[in-house]
């Protein structure tokens, strides 16, 4: 039973250690590939099989996330493990709403392309101009405006989660998307998608035949 317990426990370490690394490396991805500029965004993510996730810090570009500065909290807000002291980021509350409402979820994104942002302020829901569009998001829905980091846009992602059960992507008026999925890597490829396909449906309202 010791042995077991020991083992677990460092099965465990192990795969938080791999998944700050991984956390670290899709949260840069996501600056290069512009889906955030300056110190915007937050990422997620789930260590399976628990009620624990490690967050992005507060106040960092995303193109600067190093493993060891990443939050490890609970579900319910507690803060497990803070190794740099810095504060998690301001949209914590709504990253683990999407945790306790969806226990499949694995990770979440929420990054701030400018095409799907753009959308974000114009429509109800992002138009699925390509093939890929409908096979893989199928419908990106919008959901309110409010203050960064305010109890009515935790309030909003919920009723927004609860609305669109199959949504994998909402678009958040003038903040961006948010992007739940398995994993990092993901919710990193549902998000560039997003991007792409606002980017082709902007584009294609440009061209008259």
């Known amino acids: 039973g ?14 938080i250690i791999r998944l700050r690394k991984e956390l670290s ?7 290069d590939r512009g889906l955030v500029s ?8 789930r260590i399976p099989g628990t009620d624990t996730a490690l967050i992005t810090p507060t106040g960092i570009c995303l193109g600067d996330i190093d ?21 998690p980021s301001k949209e914590t509350a709504f990253h683990l709403a999407v945790y306790q409402l969806r226990p ?3 990770a979440v994104a929420h990054v701030h392309p400018p095409y799907a942002t753009a959308y974000s ?3 109800q829901s992002l138009p699925m101009v390509t093939v890929s569009a409908q096979a893989v998001l199928k419908e990106v829905p919008r959901i309110d405006s409010a203050m960064s980091g305010s109890t009515e846009l935790y309030e909003y992602v919920k009723a927004g989660l609860r609305k669109y059960p199959s949504a994998k992507v909402l678009l958040m008026e003038e903040h961006g998307i948010l992007a739940v ?20 449906a ?8």
Not at 67 to 86: A, R, V, W
Not at 202 to 209: L, S
């Open 2 to 15: 010791k042995r077991e317990g020991a083992e677990e426990t460092m099965n465990k370490e192990m795969e």
């Open 25 to 31: 490396e899709f949260s840069r991805r996501a600056y």
């Open 38 to 45: 300056g110190t915007g965004g937050n990422i997620s993510v």
């Open 67 to 87: 493993p060891e500065i990443n939050l490890l909290m609970k579900i319910d807000g507690t803060i497990i493990e803070n190794p740099c002291g810095l504060r």
């Open 104 to 106: 499949e979820a694995g």
């Open 121 to 123: 302020n114009r429509v």
């Open 181 to 200: 999925a398995p994993d990092l890597k993901t919710s990193y490829y549902l998000s560039d998608l997003t991007e792409d396909t606002a980017k082709i």
């Open 202 to 209: 902007f584009i294609g309202a440009q061209i008259t035949p």
